[in-house]
């Protein structure tokens, strides 16, 4: 079985019994999100706090 479904078993089997299709696609919307973004990190596709706030503060 892949990584991926054994990781998507194990989200779901840790959610409270009377959890709903909304909590579960919350969780995965959740997970997916974490791991994006610790990929940028990993491959250094980041800008700092400050470098957020210019560029915001532009618009």
């Known amino acids: 079985m892949s ?3 054994d990781e998507a078993k194990k989200l779901i089997e840790n959610l409270p019994e009377e959890a709903t299709w909304d909590d579960i696609m919350y969780e995965f919307y959740v997970r997916n999100k974490i791991e994006n973004a610790l990929r ?9 706090h400050e470098e957020a ?5 532009k618009q």
């Open 3 to 5: 990584m991926v479904k």
């Open 53 to 57: 706030r210019k560029r915001l503060l």
């Open 40 to 48: 940028a990190v990993e491959e250094g596709k980041i800008i700092s």
